[in-house]
């Protein structure tokens, strides 16, 4: 968190879980808890499609945003089971994450598909959060470099800097998630060095690279958001389990405020 520009972002992926009273009770005891409070990261929590208006309820009024897991590109249509962006919009959404690993492994997106949701959400103004990440068998292999390179080119394919200047990066190693294996955290600064050098190959705009916000995610917790923190291309974190549980969650929050009061950002 070195550049004074980028403003850390704490995200919570809730994936599959909480019924809608359960998502009212978590997404009430972050806002309650954040409200009112100062040097605070973005927060931004990503329930499930039928918790995003209860999360937007109890959100209102506090610095809490709210993001959807996934979206179709088209605008609307005969594509059964598929949310369009127009209807994420109207309900209030503001963060999208793209191209999550397990959308890539369970659900067949691919680099291409990804490139389409992400020029969608740029167009509906919703603020993407792009994940990239190599699996077990590239970093073993060591592709994770060529991995994490055509992930990002191809998920920018057409996109001008203006428009790249306004998404978040979240570096997500697949063998990190969900398995209580951290990155390294001077290798996860690393691979985002390396996402900012390629976004910086594709456009000569100066700045641009080190004007986006890249969070790491897998396996993070209050134990070692810390060590994250401190890495200079590291600027927040998008978390999984630990967002489940407002303790913990707001505990990766505090972690983060603590760092801003001692290197504050502009924005
Ligand atoms: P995890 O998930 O924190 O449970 O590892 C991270 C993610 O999938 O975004």
Redesign the pocket.
């Given at each position: 968190m070195t550049n004074p520009g980028r403003k850390p972002v704490i995200a919570g992926?809730w994936?599959m879980h909480k019924t809608k009273q359960e998502a009212k009770q978590l997404a009430s005891a972050i806002a309650s808890a954040v409200k009112g409070q100062s040097d605070l990261p973005t927060v931004v929590l990503c329930p499930t499609f039928t918790g995003l208006e209860t999360v937007i309820a109890e959100s209102a009024g506090s610095p809490v945003q709210v993001g959807a897991q996934n979206m179709d590109w088209r605008e609307q249509g005969a594509f059964t089971g598929e949310i369009a962006p127009p209807m994420l919009v109207d309900l209030g959404v503001k963060y999208i994450i793209i191209g999550?690993?397990?959308r890539r492994q369970f659900f067949g997106e691919t680099n291409q598909t990804v490139n389409l949701r992400l020029k969608a959400a740029i167009k509906h103004n919703l603020v993407p959060i792009v994940?990239v990440g190599e699996t077990i068998d590239e970093r073993e292999n060591n592709l994770t470099d060529a991995v994490i390179a055509r992930q990002i080119a191809a998920a920018l394919v057409d996109l001008t800097a203006e428009q790249i200047k306004g998404i978040l990066i979240?570096y997500?190693p697949v063998w990190?998630?969900?398995?209580g294996k951290v990155c390294e955290a001077q290798e996860a600064n690393r691979v985002a060095k390396l996402i900012r050098k390629t976004v910086a190959n594709l456009h000569t705009m100066p700045n641009l690279a080190d004007s986006i916000p890249i969070l790491y995610?897998?396996?993070?917790k209050p134990s070692n958001i810390e060590e994250q923190l401190e890495q200079s291309d590291l600027d927040g974190a998008?978390?999984?389990?630990?967002?489940l549980n407002a303790e913990e969650f707001l505990a990766l929050i505090t972690a983060t405020q603590k760092k801003l009061r001692l290197a504050p950002t502009k924005s």
């Open positions: 992926n994936k999550h690993s397990e994940c979240a997500e990190a998630i969900g398995t995610g897998g396996s993070v998008l978390v999984g389990g630990a967002s």
